[in-house]
């Protein structure tokens, strides 16, 4: 088994790094596989709705990563979005990127167990998380918790690891995620299939 670790941040190795990082450590723990995927610096586009992902499973655009992600998720049992706090949202490049995976590949990640994490000096983790999981709720994903909101605060990976309940936060949170991820691979060995959805119906609010 194997999950994925996004992190939003420009900073590859800042506080949501180091988050991640106390995640991707409990799952090894657990013989589960971790890869963290690093937004980085570099230009990332924006989803521009012009819908020529349909039936492709892929972004129109090629020149950033996440084509190359989406490949990944594929064979992905699992994710962590994270993300720094921006004036109390996600980072313009997490959300564009969820976007455009979403758009182009739900397939990879519908029913596949996941969680949003964010960091933050202070304030604005709640209104975060908020915006990210949405993502995740409409493809039909376990959304994974913990004992405390899935947040760390620290102005600095070493403020970061001084955050004792947020960094305990992270480890709760990857022992949940393995014990879904174990719950589902014996599930499947039992013949238990996930459910199909209805997707016929599409309401016009406008009659």
């Given at each position: 088994?194997?999950?994925?670790?996004?992190?939003?941040?420009?900073?590859?190795?800042?506080?949501?790094?180091?988050?991640?990082?106390?995640?991707?450590?409990?799952?090894?723990?657990?013989?589960i596989e971790t890869e963290i995927l690093q937004t980085g610096n570099a230009p990332i586009r924006d989803c521009i709705g012009c819908g020529g992902c349909v039936g492709k499973g892929k972004c129109v655009f090629s020149d950033d990563c996440v084509n190359e992600w989406i490949e990944k998720a594929k064979?992905?049992?699992?994710?962590?979005?994270?993300?720094?706090?921006?004036?109390?949202?996600?980072?313009?490049?997490?959300?564009?990127?969820?976007?455009?995976?979403?758009?182009?590949?739900?397939?990879?990640?519908?029913?596949?167990?996941?969680?949003?994490?964010?960091?933050?000096?202070?304030?604005?983790?709640?209104?975060?998380?908020?915006?990210?999981?949405?993502?995740?709720?409409?493809?039909?994903?376990?959304?994974?918790?913990?004992?405390?909101?899935?947040?760390?605060?620290?102005?600095?990976?070493?403020?970061?690891?001084?955050?004792?309940?947020?960094?305990?936060?992270?480890?709760?949170?990857?022992?949940?995620?393995?014990?879904?991820?174990?719950?589902?691979?014996?599930?499947?060995?039992?013949?238990?299939?996930?459910?199909?959805?209805?997707?016929?119906?599409?309401?016009?609010?406008?009659?």
């Amino acid at each position: 088994m194997k999950v994925l670790l996004f992190n939003g941040s420009p900073r590859k190795n800042g506080c949501t790094f180091t988050a991640l990082s106390e995640i991707a450590k409990t799952l090894n723990a657990e013989n589960i596989e971790t890869e963290i995927l690093q937004t980085g610096n570099a230009p990332i586009r924006d989803c521009i709705g012009c819908g020529g992902c349909v039936g492709k499973g892929k972004c129109v655009f090629s020149d950033d990563c996440v084509n190359e992600w989406i490949e990944k998720a594929k064979s992905a049992d699992g994710f962590v979005f994270g993300t720094p706090v921006y004036y109390a949202h996600p980072t313009g490049r997490i959300l564009s990127i969820m976007d455009r995976l979403f758009y182009a590949s739900r397939s990879s990640f519908e029913q596949k167990p996941a969680a949003v994490i964010a960091s933050a000096r202070r304030g604005g983790t709640t209104a975060a998380l908020d915006s990210i999981v949405k993502h995740l709720t409409i493809a039909q994903m376990p959304v994974i918790s913990s004992t405390y909101w899935n947040m760390v605060h620290g102005n600095s990976p070493e403020e970061t690891v001084q955050d004792r309940e947020g960094m305990q936060t992270m480890r709760n949170l990857a022992r949940n995620m393995a014990w879904i991820l174990k719950c589902i691979r014996l599930g499947k060995q039992s013949g238990v299939e996930p459910p199909q959805a209805e997707k016929s119906a599409r309401t016009n609010f406008i009659r």
